[in-house]
Nanobody, 131 residues
Framework: QVQLVESGGGLAQPGGSLRLSCAASGLTSDYWAIAWFRQAPGKEREGISTISVTNGKTVYADSVQGRFTISKDNVANTVFLQMNSLKSDDTAVYYC????????????????????????WGQGTQVTVAS
């Protein structure tokens, strides 16, 4: 059974940094991707970044490109989201999600950040950016 547990959320000041972690267990396929999504109050869920567990390739949404970095530690089965230059607009509940994507190179970035691609979800962690 796949389980995802997020940690690392909290309060940060504008311009500050936070690092989220997603500890994964039960991933038995070689083609998993793990993504980060976020949902702010009154807004739709947004896919912000994803990484292929197989080859390490990454995709970012325009809203976080250049500020956030996704990475993985295959030994620890953990995916990280380093968030720098935080803005108030980054305030949201952040979720990690996992899904099998065997043909990564043939899937558009937009689809790779679509929630339909991911079958398993963590419980979410709150990130609040405020002074």
């Amino acid at each position: 059974q796949v389980q995802l547990v997020e940690s690392g959320g909290g309060l940060a000041q504008p311009g500050g940094s936070l690092r989220l972690s997603c500890a994964a267990s039960g991933l038995t396929s070689d083609y998993w991707a793990i993504a980060w999504f976020r949902q702010a109050p009154g807004k739709e869920r947004e896919g912000i970044s994803t990484i292929s567990v197989t080859n390490g390739k990454t995709v970012y949404a325009d809203s976080v490109q250049g500020r956030f970095t996704i990475s993985k530690d295959n030994v620890a089965n953990t995916v990280f989201l380093q968030m720098n230059s935080l803005k108030s607009d980054d305030t949201a509940v952040y979720y990690c999600a996992a899904g099998p994507i065997p043909y990564w190179d043939f899937v558009s970035p937009e689809l790779l950040l679509g929630s339909d691609r991911y079958d398993y979800w963590g419980q979410g962690t709150q990130v609040t950016v405020a002074s």
